[in-house]
């Protein structure tokens, strides 16, 4: 299955139709920082291909409709190393949408131009039947750049379309809003500042968000705030908290957000 670029919503939209979701259930798979290179680029490539023969095998019979990507595909961009990615992750059966992580793009106009040739849009939604999904780039509240306040516009109005259209609202961001505590000071390297955070809460409240899924944090994090729940899962490259390498089955059901951890190859 290629890879669904931000400006091939139409065909993602008729792909949905073949998914096996129905109103308000949602099955999908929540990968997170493959980064290729963190340690051992061909280990760390050969762990994410073993994780989507798994997602093919479907082995639990989970039905799982896409797969999110939330960042970090490759430690060091490269267009040969984001073509690494994508032949990997072409394999897969099912449709698949990348978020861009702090590797992946920075505030460096020339990495910005190779993620958009590599992968396309860096923000963008998609639908899966009456969900929305909210792609993010949360480079742009970490490291705050030109092109911050353009992104904060679109977010807000993506939001208020997808309550509009009656949608449940899903977003895939990569830095972790909050670690442990929603109140946490700032971490240089983590979190997202306190008064950036709280506007970002709110709005995630005022719009009825039900799911916040990212990576970034290399720990399995499963924060609430609000009723809304905010997940960030194992990955293939490093887990910091000793878990072991997979990837998160996410489960929607009626508003009930669950999840099962997947273990690969190790
Ligand atoms: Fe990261």
Redesign the pocket.
Known sequence: MKFITATSAGLAAALALTGCSSPSQLTFVHMT?S?FGFYDYDLEYQRYKNAIALINSDNDKDEPVFMIMT??MVNIPTAEHNADFIVASNELKIPYYVVP???DINAKAEAIELYHNSFGKDYYTFDQDDFRIIVINTNLWKYPQARTAEFDQWFEQALANAKEDGKNIIVAG??PIFLKDVNEPEDPYYNIEPNKRMEILNLFKKYGVILYVG????TRIDNEWEGIRFLHAENTSTNFDNRPYGFRMVYIKDGVVSDKFVPVNQ
Do not use: A
């Open positions: 920082d980064q960042g970090d992580g702090n590797h990569h830095s990576g970034h944090s290399h």
